[in-house]
C-alpha cells in the first residue's frame, strides 16, 4: 500500500492555516483557531482518514513570523544549494532562539512533508514580508501549493495574488473559503496537487474518487434520516377516549404530548444529520437552529408556517380543517378522527370468522379519537430537515459562526413536495411505523418506502439553493 502523503500547511499567521485543517478532515475539534495572531505553537498532525486508512497526512504548523529578516539570514548560511542552506539554520542557534517558530516550520516540510500547502489571506495586499516567504518555502526545493483562502470576502485582493504568485513561479493554485467551502473545491484541491506531484497521481486520483464516493453516501444516509423522520411522523397516531376527550384539561395536554413527540422526532433527525455531517450532537455553536418563533422543533406547528406550507401544497386555507369540533384546542396542523382510520387497518387485517371479534372492538373504539399530523406539517419538516442537510454539507468544519436557518428552507422541496407527500399517505395507515412505540415494526413494506421517499428526495438534496 501506497504511504500517506504528508503535506505541511503553511503561512502567515492567521491565514487560515489551523480552519483549512478542519475543513478538510471534517474536524471542528481540530487544534486552536483564533483572530489572535501567533494561536498555533507547536507543529501538529493530523490525519485525512478515507476508507478507514490515513490516506493524507497534514502537519499544520505555526505562523511565519519574520520572514524577511530569515531570508537575509538564510543567505549567510555555509552550504552549496538552499536546501543545504536551511539545514545549516536549523542545526544552528538562532533555530532555538529568535528564529524558533520558523524553524518547526521548515523542520516539518523539509524532514517530514512532501510537499507544502501555502496558506494566503488574500485580504492582505502583497507585501515584502510575502515574497520572503514564498522564498523561503522554495528554499526547502519541495512543490508548494498556493491555497487563497478569504476568496469570498469582499477585500479579497484575488488579481494582486495571481500575479505575485505567477511572479514567483508558483503557477498551481487553489481557491478556497474554509468557512464556506464551494462545491467540488476539495476534490479540485486534490486533483491540482497532482499535477505538482507527478509520482502520487494515482494516489491522488483515488483520494478524489474516495472523497467523491463518501459525499455521495453521506447525500443518500441524510435522504434516509430524513426519509425514515418523515414516516414515523405521518404514522404518528395517538387516541384519547370519549370520556378524558370531554376534560378539556385532558384534551390540551393530549395534544400538547403529540406535538412534543414529533417535536422529538425531529430533534432526533437534526442529531442524526449533525452526526452524519461530523458536527457534534452537543456542538456548542449547533445547539439550537433558530427560526423565527421560537425553537426549531416547536415551530412545526406554528400556524402561520404551516398555512403558507399548506398554499406551496396547494392546499388553500384546508389547514386544520378537523378541529371545528374542538374549538378549544390549538388543532393546528393536527387531524381529529373518530378512530375510524386505525379500525380501516384493523378492518383490512381481520376478515371472515373474525367477524364478531372486529364488532367487539369497533365498539371499544366507538367515540376514541384520535390524532394525526396533517400534511403542511410533513411538508415543512421535510422542507426544514432538507435545508439543514444542504448548510452542512456546504459548510466548512471551520465555520465559527452558528448555523442560522431561516426562510431559504421554504421551497427546499421544489416541485418534488406534492409526490413525496402522496407517497408518505402509505405510513397513515401503519401505526407502528413509528420507531419507538410500543409494538414498532420495521418491515419489509416500511423500508421500502424509506427507500423510495429517499430516492424522491435525492433530487432536492443535490439542487444547489437559488
Ligand atoms: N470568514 C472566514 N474566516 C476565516 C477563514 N479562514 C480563517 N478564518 C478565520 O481567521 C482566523 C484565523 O484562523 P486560524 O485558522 O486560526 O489561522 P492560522 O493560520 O492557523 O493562524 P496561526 O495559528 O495563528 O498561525 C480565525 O478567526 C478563523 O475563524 C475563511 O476562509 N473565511
Ligand atoms: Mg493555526
Redesign the pocket.
Known amino acids: 500500500m501506497t504511504e500517506a502523503l504528508t503535506i505541511a500547511v503553511v503561512?502567515?499567521?492567521?491565514?487560515?492555516?489551523?480552519?483549512?485543517l478542519r475543513t478538510l478532515t471534517r474536524r471542528a475539534d481540530f487544534?486552536?483557531?483564533?483572530?489572535?495572531?501567533?494561536?498555533?505553537r507547536h507543529a501538529e498532525a493530523v490525519a485525512l482518514r478515507l476508507d478507514g486508512r490515513e490516506a493524507v497526512r497534514f502537519i499544520?504548523t505555526?505562523?511565519l513570523e519574520d520572514s524577511v529578516a530569515l531570508l537575509d539570514f538564510l543567505a549567510r548560511q555555509s552550504g552549496d544549494s538552499r536546501p543545504e542552506r536551511v539545514r545549516a539554520f536549523l542545526a544552528g542557534p538562532e533555530a532555538r532562539a529568535s528564529f524558533e517558530q520558523e524553524a518547526k516550520v521548515l523542520r516539518a516540510l523539509l524532514e517530514q512533508a512532501g510537499c507544502a500547502m501555502l496558506?494566503i489571506d488574500t485580504r492582505e495586499p502583497v507585501l515584502p514580508k510575502h515574497r520572503a516567504e514564498i522564498e523561503i518555502l522554495a528554499s526547502c526545493a519541495k512543490p508548494v501549493m498556493p491555497v487563497l483562502?478569504?476568496v469570498?470576502?469582499g477585500a479579497s485582493r484575488l488579481a494582486d495574488w495571481h500575479r505575485a504568485l505567477e511572479e514567483s513561479n508558483l503557477h498551481a493554485r487553489a481557491e478556497?473559503?474554509?468557512?464556506?467551502p464551494f462545491t467540488g473545491a476539495e476534490q479540485r484541491l486534490y486533483a491540482d496537487l497532482a499535477t505538482l506531484l507527478p509520482a502520487r497521481r494515482a494516489q491522488l486520483q483515488d483520494i478524489v474518487e474516495a472523497l467523491a464516493q463518501a459525499e455521495r453516501e453521506r447525500r443518500l444516509a441524510a435522504c434516509r434520516v430524513i426519509a425514515s423522520t418523515l414516516i414515523d411522523v405521518a404514522a404518528q397516531r395517538r387516541s384519547l377516549s370519549a370520556e378524558a376527550f370531554a376534560d378539556p384539561e385532558q384534551q390540551q395536554a393530549w395534544v400538547r404530548d403529540f406535538q412534543a413527540q414529533t417535536g422529538r422526532h425531529a430533534r432526533r433527525a437534526v442529531d442524526e444529520l449533525l452526526t452524519l455531517y461530523a458536527f457534534g450532537a452537543d456542538d456548542a455553536e449547533l445547539t439550537e437552529l433558530p427560526l423565527p418563533g421560537g425553537r426549531w422543533e416547536d415551530d412545526l406547528f406554528n400556524p402561520e408556517l404551516l398555512k403558507q406550507a399548506g398554499r406551496r401544497l396547494g392546499l388553500g386555507a384546508m389547514i386544520g380543517a378537523g378541529m371545528g369540533a374542538v374549538a378549544d384546542v390549538a388543532l393546528a396542523g393536527l387531524s381529529l378522527g373518530a378512530a375510524t382510520t386505525l379500525g380501516a387497518t384493523l378492518g383490512g387485517a381481520i376478515s371472515g370468522g373474525w367477524q364478531p371479534l372486529w364488532r367487539k372492538l369497533q365498539n371499544r373504539l366507538d367515540g376514541v379519537q384520535e390524532l394525526t399530523v396533517e400534511d403542511p406539517v410533513l411538508w415543512l419538516l421535510a422542507e426544514r430537515l432538507l435545508a439543514l442537510a444542504r448548510a452542512l454539507a456546504q459548510r466548512?468544519h471551520?465555520a465559527?459562526q452558528r448555523l442560522r436557518l431561516g426562510a431559504e428552507a421554504a421551497g427546499a422541496l421544489g416541485d418534488d413536495g406534492q409526490a413525496l407527500i402522496d407517497a408518505l399517505s402509505a405510513a397513515r395507515g401503519h401505526p407502528a411505523w413509528e420507531r419507538g412505540v410500543a409494538g414498532a415494526l420495521d418491515d419489509a413494506e416500511r423500508a421500502r418506502l424509506l427507500e423510495a421517499l429517499a430516492g424522491a428526495l435525492r433530487p432536492a438534496l443535490e439542487r444547489q439553493p437559488a
Open positions: 503561512g502567515h499567521t492567521n491565514a487560515g492555516k489551523t480552519s483549512l487544534g486552536q483557531v483564533s483572530d489572535r495572531p501567533g494561536t498555533t499544520d505555526p505562523g496558506v483562502n478569504f469570498r470576502d478556497f473559503d474554509v468557512v464556506a466548512g471551520a465559527q
